[in-house]
C-alpha cells in the first residue's frame, strides 16, 4: 500500500514538472514574434554540423553572412561546382526548402582573399552567387552591379526590413600595415567600401523605411576595428558616414550583422544623435573557428569572444521593441546572449 502512494505521490510529481517544462517552453515560444538565425565563414567540403540546431531554433529566415563556400578562384567552373557542394549539403537542402534564404557574400564566395574591385571576374562571380540562391534569370538583380539587396518581411504584428550590403564589389584598396598587423586605416576620406551607387540605395533604403526593424548585414564588422584584419575602422570616413545615414533617415531599429572573422562578439556604441546603440553582431564561422585566438581589444565590445563554431539568432519582440540576440553552438548550446532594446 506504502508503495503504492510513494507510486502516486511520484508520478503527481512528474506530471507537475511536465506541465512546469511545457509552461516555461510556452513562454520561451511566445516571447518573440519572428526569428531570423544567420551566419558566415562555411566550408562547402566540410560537413557542417548546425544546420539541425540551426533549425530547432524555428527560424523564420535564414541569411548567410559571406563566405558561404570557399573558393577564391578565377575559374568560374570551379566556383559553380564548389556552390553545387553546398546546395547539396544535406543539412542546407533541409533548411532551404522550409525557410527562405537571403544572402551577401564575402572575399571567398567572391573570388579573392580580401578583394575588392579589382577582382577581374566579379561580374562572372556574381551571376553564380545568384544562381546558388535561385534568383530568376528576368531578376533585375542579374543586371545590377553587385549583389547588394533589401527585403521586407510582414507580420501581423510589425515588419522588418533586411538590408544586405556588397563590402566587396565596389571597395577600394586597402593600406597594408608594417609589423604584425595586416592593414591600417587609409587617409581621412581616401576610398570607399560601399561605392556611390550603392551609396545611394543605401539612404534611400533607410530613408523611405517604414519598418519597426531595420537589419543592415555587412559581411565584415563595422565597429570592431583594432585587429588590423579587414574592417569598416579601414575606411573611417565610411564609419561615420554610415552612422550619420542612420541618424539623419530616423529609421526605426536599426541592427548590424557582420561575420568574416571566425569568432563571434557583440559590439555596441552609443551614437549622439540616436536614440538607441548601435549595435554590431558578428556571427562567424559555422564549420571552423578561431580556436588559437588569445585575445585582441576592441573598445566596442560587450561580453566576451566566442571562438567555437557558432550561429546567430534574432528574436524580435514589436509590442515591446526589443530583440534578443543569441549565439548558439553545438547541440544548440546558448553560449551568451544580449538584449537591444530601441
Not at 530568376?136 to 521586407?152: D, F, H
Not at 526590413?161 to 577600394?172: A, G, H, K, S
Request: hydrophobic share 30%; with cysteine.
Amino acid at each position: 500500500m506504502r508503495n503504492y502512494f510513494v507510486l502516486i505521490v511520484s508520478s503527481l510529481l512528474f506530471s507537475n514538472c511536465n506541465i512546469k517544462k511545457q509552461n516555461d517552453l510556452a513562454k520561451q515560444t511566445t516571447n518573440h514574434d519572428f526569428t531570423i538565425a544567420f551566419g558566415s565563414c562555411n566550408k562547402q567540403n566540410k560537413t557542417n554540423v548546425l544546420w539541425q540546431e540551426i533549425e530547432k531554433n524555428n527560424p523564420n529566415l535564414w541569411i548567410w553572412g559571406g563566405d558561404i563556400i570557399y573558393s577564391d578562384t578565377e575559374n568560374m567552373d570551379k566556383m559553380k561546382s564548389d556552390y553545387e557542394t553546398q546546395l547539396n549539403q544535406n543539412g542546407y537542402k533541409s533548411l532551404r526548402t522550409k525557410i527562405p534564404v537571403l544572402a551577401t557574400w564575402d572575399d571567398h564566395d567572391y573570388g579573392v582573399n580580401d578583394g575588392g574591385t579589382e577582382f577581374p571576374k566579379k561580374n562572372e562571380a556574381q551571376q553564380l552567387f545568384l544562381d546558388f540562391l535561385g534568383v530568376a534569370k528576368t531578376s533585375e538583380r542579374r543586371n545590377q552591379e553587385g549583389i547588394y539587396y533589401s527585403k521586407l518581411f510582414k507580420t501581423s504584428k510589425g515588419s522588418i526590413n533586411v538590408i544586405l550590403l556588397d563590402t566587396r564589389y565596389f571597395r577600394t584598396a586597402l593600406t597594408r600595415a608594417k609589423g604584425k598587423r595586416r592593414y591600417v586605416p587609409n587617409k581621412k576620406g581616401e576610398g570607399t567600401i560601399l561605392g556611390k551607387s550603392q551609396w545611394s540605395w543605401l539612404e534611400q533604403e533607410l530613408n523611405s523605411s517604414t519598418a519597426d526593424f531595420n537589419i543592415i548585414v555587412s559581411s565584415i564588422q563595422v565597429l570592431s576595428s583594432e585587429h588590423g584584419f579587414e574592417t569598416w575602422g579601414n575606411f573611417p570616413h565610411e564609419v561615420e558616414k554610415l552612422k550619420e545615414t542612420i541618424i539623419k533617415s530616423k529609421a526605426k531599429g536599426v541592427l548590424i550583422l557582420s561575420g568574416d572573422r571566425h569568432i563571434s562578439e557583440f559590439s555596441q556604441t552609443e551614437v549622439p544623435n540616436l536614440p538607441f546603440k548601435l549595435t554590431d553582431f558578428t556571427s562567424s564561422g559555422l564549420t571552423h573557428s578561431y580556436t588559437s585566438y588569445s585575445g585582441e581589444p576592441n573598445k566596442f565590445r560587450k561580453l566576451k569572444v566566442v571562438n567555437e563554431i557558432s550561429f546567430g539568432v534574432l528574436n524580435f519582440n514589436f509590442e515591446k521593441n526589443f530583440i534578443d540576440l543569441e549565439m548558439r553552438g553545438r547541440n544548440n548550446k546558448l553560449i551568451q546572449k544580449m538584449k537591444q532594446s530601441y
